[in-house]
């Protein structure tokens, strides 16, 4: 099975347009039985777009949630309330989130909270910058190392993990990366999940691509790179795009 993972990020600014977009992804999604389709969205929009999505398969996710499940903390929102309005994904440790001050130990914790609410964790890896010394292969290596200290060993069906380097991410990407690119970085993610996991479930787990994907470069890491699938952000606002790429993963057949 192939994952196609949209994030929506502060997008789009009204529920009116959210539900046309997820209508219009929904439209493609039927019919697909080799990708899931998740869409982590604002978390106001969760519960609307849950029950639009009623018995597709399409799943909904959260962005971020906090470790506890209630308390005073204001403007924050907790991995039970998530649950508790259908979402079955949250993705942690984004590239955007880390900017604001997240630490790895942070999403450790975060992620103890996911899985106590039967969350799927999709935990986002991925360097700043290459450099000419491979210093990004540690620089990975350690936030998988760290984020994933409180992870326990048998729940490796609760994870996702998806290597989205910085300088691949958004309207200012300096280049988007090549599959040889996450074909490397993927052996060596499975590497460290084969540490922590055991051999077996860490083949299991799905390492996802993202970075500038789109129609046009996704088949590339799907059949080249073997990626899983996608985490997106740009495109999956855009139901025809991201529908191509829904239709290019069910096309392929799974690893
Ligand atoms: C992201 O921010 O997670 C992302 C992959 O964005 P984009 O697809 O727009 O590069």
């Avoid at 992620?111 to 620089?139: M, Q, S």
């Avoid at 958004?170 to 990366?177: C, E, N, P």
């Avoid at 999956?236 to 057949?253: D, M, T, Y």
């Amino acid at each position: 099975m192939k994952f196609i993972i949209g994030n929506w990020k502060m997008y789009p600014s009204s529920l009116k347009e959210a539900k046309f977009i997820f209508g219009g992804i929904k439209k493609v999604a039927r019919g697909v039985t080799r990708a899931k389709v998740v869409l982590c969205v604002p978390a106001l929009f969760v519960a609307p777009l849950v029950v639009l999505g009623g018995k597709s398969k399409m799943s909904v996710g959260g962005q971020n949630c906090h470790k506890d499940d209630e308390g005073a903390r204001t403007g924050e929102i907790s991995s039970r309330a998530l649950k508790s309005t259908g979402a079955t994904y949250v993705i942690l440790g984004h590239s955007e989130r880390r900017a604001m001050g997240e630490t790895n130990a942070d999403i450790a914790e975060k992620t103890v909270g996911a899985l106590r609410n039967k969350l799927i964790t999709i935990l986002c890896v991925g360097e700043k910058e290459r450099d000419e010394h491979g210093g990004y292969f540690t620089e990975v290596s350690n936030q998988l190392r760290a984020s994933l200290a409180l992870f326990p060993r048998n729940a490796s069906k609760q994870l996702i993990v998806a290597y989205e380097p910085i300088w691949a991410i958004g309207s200012s990407a300096k280049r988007v990366a090549t599959p040889a690119d996450f074909r490397e970085m993927s052996i060596l993610i499975r590497r460290y999940l084969a540490e922590h996991f055991g051999k077996k479930a860490a083949f299991a787990i799905p390492v996802l691509y993202g970075g500038s994907v789109d129609d046009l470069n996704a088949e590339g890491f799907l059949r080249e790179a073997e990626a899983d699938g996608f985490l997106i952000g740009r495109v999956s606002l855009n139901p025809e795009k991201f529908g191509e790429v829904i239709r290019l993963a069910n096309s392929v057949k799974p690893r």
